[in-house]
């Protein structure tokens, strides 16, 4: 990935602006590069919203809010997820650990609720 400076004599104009039809927002750039990438980025949101239904929309926000305000957050997700599929990691969810500082009880009612239900 390379920010390469583009010359405006050769583009031939100093900027120019893209106001999409579909939700009125504009956006001005300064170079064709520019103009094409926020054409083509601005165009694959409004597909991936289409195909969306209202709560899969909160949630893609809701997810974005967070890794955008922690990308070093949603590098380790990422790393986490792929070492999970290697694993088969989720379908054996590890052992509980009890607190150290507070030893549990033989006689809680947790293991009596839980022998009712086999
Ligand atoms: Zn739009």
Do not use: F
Request: a negative charge; aromatic letters at 4%.
């Amino acid at each position: 990935m390379t920010t390469k400076p583009t010359s405006d004599a050769a583009s031939g104009w100093d900027q120019a602006t893209y106001r999409c039809g579909r939700c009125g927002v504009k956006h001005t750039v300064t170079t064709e590069d520019a103009y094409l990438k926020t054409v083509g980025v601005h165009s694959d949101a409004h597909t991936v919203w289409d195909r969306l239904n209202p709560i899969e929309r909160d949630g893609l926000v809701s997810i974005l809010r967070t890794i955008l305000s922690a990308p070093d957050l949603a590098v380790e997700l990422l790393a986490l997820a792929d070492r999970q599929h290697l694993t088969g990691g989720g379908t054996q969810p590890p052992p509980a650990v009890p607190g150290k500082n507070t030893p549990q009880p033989d006689s809680s009612p947790s293991n009596t609720t839980a022998r009712a239900t086999e």
